[in-house]
């Protein structure tokens, strides 16, 4: 491929963060909307119930066959790939039977009001899952092929589709919020499916017009085009029907034997990782721990406080996996990989884990000074009255920290690890699940609610310390440090604890007579602590900077 893997996972990372914040901040203004004049208990149906159903059906679903198809394509056959991915298709259809079933019998709703639109929601939530898989084929294929803009276009335009239906109806008839969501759901996800099958119909159509120079286009400017069709030689469809499942004579020459047994690793995996990610979901869901109303109320402050993962954290893993997959093999050890790849991994690895370090400190310390305003400012007085929204928002600021951390070391561990590692790591994960399940069960009656987030903390301590172990040992016999990331410099270090000081004495002693000073002051304290971390970490910032905008100087040099 003569595609840069490093400069479209950054590009990809980058384009992921503007996207959340975008996504988020159109959520946060719906969801603070359906508080004040739908109320709180339609919002724990819609956004702890509904989406947990969304996420279990699509995460073991799709996640297996994704990751397991994102590494080393090289080793596989297109065939296989796209009979592999489309396998994802009937597992979903079954998963979507049984988990309906669980929700709609097993879990409790407790309020009969809304029993009709909570069942029609949970069948539309099935059919989402379904849909959007159908679409995984062509998802994974722009992926490998590095159509980062693609993805934020659609990405985006999910988010009109299903902002626009989801008012429309709500706007009309308050009364039907979980169908407004439903019909949202279906709808957005549906015109993502057809956008992908229109984008690559258009571009198989086209490309040959490309090579033969005769492609113009009144909608496209020639930029684009150079973009789109530039070093794709190793583009091998030439029809849409290349993109739907094969039968190649047998069983054993349909599938790949290695990408199934990879798949399979991956989906043990899968059902404890969703455990650890979704536990204190499923905790609120099967026992009456949380009222929905308090459920709604912990969403919040749980999505307010997830700010950092979801719009930096999370597009960065994401990008960080596909690299790392493309250049460091699962099976080969390291001395009989090419160098210059292992050497760039490394050094990629360890300025990630700085960044995101830094990144999850900086939270901590601030979230202790403006996580009351933070919650005033979108639930009012009245939200943060009680004190335990604060109390929760301000102990998600050290699970940040821990997760930003155990994000990327695990990242880069799932992405290196041999097939049989992956199924020895599945029984560590099996552990992990359980203790958090149960720790999450236990601490939730002792501490309320912040016992979600203390066992949390908990589990991603011992996730890292874990992956850390792993890497250590993967570079034991040589030279390279990729771990050095983890330690931040000293002078940020000290800079963050002055400009945290600062922040505490004025949160307590200006916040109340004047909130836009507090912020004032707490902007000016950021100002200082990125400076002092962007002096201390300069060949960082230098080669960010070179290798953005050094492709942008070679683009204007190739053009003239």
């Not at 120079?213 to 496209?220: R, Y």
């Not at 990331?485 to 000081?501: D, E, H, N, P, R």
């Amino acid at each position: 491929m003569g595609r840069n893997l490093l400069m479209s996972s950054l590009e990809n990372a980058s384009f992921n963060i503007i996207f959340q914040i975008l996504f988020r901040c159109v959520t946060f203004i719906i969801n603070a909307w359906v508080i004040r004049n739908v109320g709180h208990e339609v919002l724990g149906i819609m956004n702890v119930r509904l989406l947990l159903l969304e996420s279990t059906i699509l995460f073991l679903s799709r996640e297996p066959f994704n990751r397991a198809c994102l590494g080393q394509k090289d080793e596989f056959t297109w065939s296989h790939i796209i009979n592999q991915i489309w396998l994802s298709v009937p597992l979903s259809c079954i998963l979507s039977i049984v988990f309906v079933y669980i929700w709609l019998h097993i879990l409790p709703l407790g309020n009969p009001e809304y029993a009709f639109q909570y069942t029609f929601g949970c069948w539309s939530v099935a059919l989402s899952c379904i849909l959007e898989l159908c679409s995984a084929n062509m998802a994974l294929a722009a992926q490998l092929f590095c159509f980062v803009k693609l993805k934020v276009a659609l990405d985006t335009f999910h988010i009109f589709v299903r902002t626009t239906l989801f008012l429309s109806i709500i706007v009309y008839d308050k009364s039907l919020a979980l169908i407004a969501f439903s019909v949202a759901q279906v709808g957005s996800i549906g015109a993502i499916v057809i956008s992908y099958y229109v984008f690559f119909y258009w571009y198989i159509k086209n490309k040959p017009l490309y090579a033969k120079g005769a492609l113009k286009s009144k909608f496209v400017p020639e930029p684009i085009l150079h973009r789109l069709y530039d070093n794709m030689e190793d583009f091998q469809f030439t029809s849409l029907k290349d993109f739907l499942p094969k039968y190649l004579g047998t069983i054993n020459s349909t599938f790949s034997k290695k990408l199934s047994t990879l798949t399979i690793s991956f989906a043990k995996q899968g059902v404890v990782k969703q455990l650890l990610t979704e536990g204190e979901k499923y905790v609120m869901s099967v026992s009456p721990v949380m009222s929905f109303s308090e459920q709604a109320t912990y969403d919040v402050v749980n999505n307010l406080g997830s700010l950092a993962a979801r719009f930096i954290f999370r597009p960065i893993e994401d990008s960080s996996y596909f690299y790392f997959t493309q250049m460091v093999s699962r099976e080969l050890p390291l001395h009989k990989q090419d160098k210059y790849k292992i050497q760039e991994s490394c050094t990629v690895l360890s300025h990630v884990c700085k960044t995101v370090t830094s990144i999850g400190l900086i939270v901590l310390v601030f979230g202790q000074s403006y996580s009351r305003t933070l919650l005033m400012l979108y639930g009012g007085e009245a939200f943060v009255a009680s004190g335990l929204p604060v109390q929760l928002l301000r102990s998600h600021c050290l699970a940040i920290v821990l997760l930003a951390i155990n994000g990327v070391t695990e990242c880069y561990t799932f992405a290196t690890m041999t097939s049989a590692q992956l199924n020895s790591y599945n029984y560590v994960m099996v552990f992990f699940s359980v203790s958090f399940l149960f720790l999450s069960y236990a601490l939730t009656y002792v501490f309320g609610p912040v016992g979600f987030i203390i066992s949390n903390c908990i589990n991603m301590f011992a996730r890292i310390m874990h992956s850390i172990h792993f890497i250590s040992n993967k570079y034991k016999d040589t030279d390279y440090t990729p771990l050095k990331g983890l330690y931040v410099g000293k002078f940020f270090l000290i800079t963050l604890f002055i400009a945290g000081c600062i922040c505490k004495f004025s949160e307590n002693k200006l916040s109340y007579h004047s909130v836009i000073t507090h912020i004032f002051i707490g902007a000016i304290g950021l100002a200082f602590v990125l400076l002092a971390w962007t002096y201390e970490n300069k060949e960082i910032c230098i080669q960010m900077y070179k290798k953005f905008f050094k492709k942008d100087d070679n683009k204007k040099h190739s053009q003239d």
